[in-house]
């Protein structure tokens, strides 16, 4: 399977808010060489494997879907000189891309933790050591 994006831009649709609207395909090159006879299926904006409706996209590469999508989009991100496509494509890397969540050492322990935040204040301490310092008291 050689897979390859084909991207359209259309442009002044009355449909769309914005006027512009650009589609991208995924396209399997050992199939054919023309776009509409070697089409597999169009990528989506957002890629959810765990969601009850999942697209043909996830259907067809299950958990391998995220990595070909930031395969082939970095790909034509190279490749490309138009500055919407361009922008579109860094726009759905970082959708595809989630910045990881920030670790906070515990006050007691030192231990890494995720802090949860209550109100404009951030939890300090970790599970364990507010589990044990409660444990204690009764």
Same mark, same amino acid.
Request: net charge positive; glycine share 2%; with cysteine.
């Given at each position: 399977?050689?897979?390859?994006?084909?991207?359209?831009?259309?442009?002044?649709?009355?449909? $769309?808010?914005?006027? #512009? !609207?650009?589609?991208? *395909?995924?396209?399997?090159? +050992? @199939?054919?060489?023309? !776009? &509409? +006879?070697?089409?597999?299926?169009?990528? &989506?904006?957002?890629?959810?494997?765990?969601?009850?409706? #999942? %697209?043909?996209?996830?259907?067809?590469?299950?958990?391998?879907?995220?990595?070909?999508? @930031?395969?082939?989009?970095?790909?034509?991100?190279? *490749?490309?000189?138009?500055?919407?496509?361009?922008?579109?494509? =860094? +726009?759905?890397?970082?959708?595809?891309? &989630?910045? &990881?969540?920030?670790?906070?050492? /515990?006050?007691? /322990?030192?231990?890494?933790?995720? *802090?949860? #935040?209550?109100? $404009?204040?951030?939890?300090?301490? /970790?599970?364990?050591?507010?589990?044990? =310092? !409660?444990?204690?008291? %009764?």
């Amino acid at each position: 399977m050689k897979l390859k994006l084909h991207i359209t831009k259309n442009k002044n649709l009355k449909d $769309y808010q914005t006027g #512009k !609207y650009i589609r991208f *395909a995924i396209t399997d090159l +050992e @199939i054919s060489k023309n !776009y &509409p +006879e070697n089409f597999v299926t169009i990528l &989506p904006k957002q890629i959810q494997t765990t969601a009850k409706i #999942k %697209s043909n996209f996830v259907k067809k590469y299950k958990n391998e879907s995220v990595k070909i999508a @930031i395969k082939l989009l970095k790909q034509e991100l190279n *490749a490309t000189d138009d500055q919407d496509i361009k922008n579109e494509i =860094r +726009e759905r890397l970082k959708i595809l891309n &989630p910045k &990881p969540k920030k670790l906070v050492k /515990c006050n007691k /322990c030192g231990r890494d933790f995720q *802090a949860r #935040k209550f109100g $404009y204040r951030t939890q300090k301490i /970790c599970y364990e050591c507010v589990s044990k =310092r !409660y444990l204690n008291q %009764s």
